[in-house]
């Protein structure tokens, strides 16, 4: 009675798991995640994301990642030595070329200055005296010639005063000498007493730059060219890339480029190849390439990681496909094109052409449609899909 027993419910049991499964079954089919065909009855469907087969135009583009340096740094330092009594710009203070930003003390330089006034008098005082002597000289030159021409004075006579004469005029060449050595020092004077107010004067045509940083504060002690601010040109600014060999070639100076950064995202900032170094770093084999972006609302700072995109080829009416849509079969590159019903797909060996961040050029037959961009690594020729999801090209990518 106890094996009966068992036997009628495992009998039971088998039946219930028998009826549950069919109606799984049932309930997977008729919700519409997917619907058997003649071809695939019996075959599980993947599930797989797709994105449209595209046409058209088509740009290869390069990114390439770097930093931004100012257009141009003027380093201020002082040209003569003392105390800083001043500092009258701090950091990210824009300066305009000539404005005074640093001012030194003044008081032995204003002394020098009184110094070479007072030498310079003299010099001119002395300049006064030798015309004097000049005159006086040539005076008795003239009344010993009359005499010597009356036989009245001896010949001996005439030669001393001819060279008292000629002693005079040399006196007054010395002198006049001394009073422009004088006055060039004075003017020396003058021009260092200057040096005490710290000038902006950096060259270029921009009228304006920011202080990009401050290396001395009031009361410390400088010496002749010690550096004491940094201020920078921020409009344009330049960016910096390296380019490996691979990349030298698609570079050239006016070559427009596209910059963006973390710290502005969503942003996008215009601007051309300026320079591409003539050599390769020997240590890396890369070559430093300089790209000039406006930058007139300040946006980009230098020390900022960039990335430069540029464009490399331009294409017309070709087929292209996401990157992620490409497998690899019996060493063949191939895509799944997905069925007009969307059931199945059929594998089509593809030709890759030039590509770019998120898409492929290729050639084949019947690339039109959409492609499988995941779940493809599940799949093979005719094997039946079911599409749970849509994937445009930046999901792709």
Do not use: C
């Not at 004491?228 to 030298?248: G, H, K, N, S, W």
């Not at 240590?283 to 430069?308: C, H, T, W």
């Not at 990157?323 to 007009?340: C, H, K, P, T």
């Amino acid at each position: 009675m106890a094996t009966r027993s068992i036997w009628i419910l495992g009998a039971l049991g088998g039946a219930a798991l028998v009826g549950i499964a069919g109606w799984v079954g049932a309930s997977w089919i008729d919700g519409g995640v997917a619907s058997a065909s003649p071809e695939s009855e019996g075959r599980s469907r993947v599930p797989v994301q797709v994105a449209d087969v595209e046409q058209g135009a088509f740009e290869v583009t390069h990114t390439l990642t770097g930093t931004l340096e100012p257009a141009a740094t003027f380093q201020v330092a002082a040209k003569v030595g003392g105390r800083v009594d001043a500092v009258l710009v701090d950091l990210a203070d824009v300066v305009q070329r000539g404005d005074v930003l640093i001012e030194l003390d003044d008081a032995e330089l204003r002394q020098a200055v009184a110094a070479a006034r007072a030498e310079l008098s003299v010099a001119r005082a002395q300049l006064e005296s030798a015309r004097a002597s000049r005159d006086i000289a040539k005076q008795a030159f003239d009344r010993v010639r009359t005499l010597a021409n009356k036989n009245i004075a001896a010949k001996e006579e005439l030669d001393r005063a001819r060279a008292d004469h000629l002693e005079a005029q040399a006196g007054i060449s010395v002198a006049q000498a001394r009073v422009k050595q004088q006055s060039a020092a004075l003017e020396a004077a003058r021009v260092r007493a200057s040096y005490a107010q710290v000038r902006a004067t950096w060259a270029g045509e921009d009228g304006s730059r920011v202080v990009a940083s401050r290396l001395v504060d009031e009361g410390e002690m400088v010496a002749p060219n010690d550096p004491l601010l940094r201020i920078v040109d921020l409009d344009p600014v330049i960016a910096v890339v390296f380019a490996t060999e691979q990349d030298y070639a698609l570079l050239a100076p006016g070559q427009a480029v596209t910059i963006t950064t973390d710290a502005r995202p969503g942003e996008d900032f215009e601007g051309h190849v300026l320079r591409v170094a003539p050599v390769f770093d020997r240590d890396s084999r890369q070559a430093r390439v300089e790209l000039e972006i406006d930058n007139p609302n300040a946006k980009l700072r230098p020390g900022m990681f960039i990335r430069a995109t540029t464009t490399t080829q331009r294409m017309d009416d070709v087929t292209t496909v996401p990157r992620d849509a490409l497998v690899e079969r019996n060493g063949q590159a191939a895509v799944f094109i997905v069925s007009g019903d969307a059931s199945t797909v059929t594998l089509v060996p593809v030709q890759l052409g030039p590509r770019s961040a998120s898409r492929v050029v290729v050639t084949g037959q019947g690339l039109t449609g959409s492609v499988v961009v995941l779940g493809q690594n599940m799949l093979e020729d005719g094997a039946p899909i079911s599409i749970v999801g849509e994937s445009g090209e930046g999901e792709a990518a």
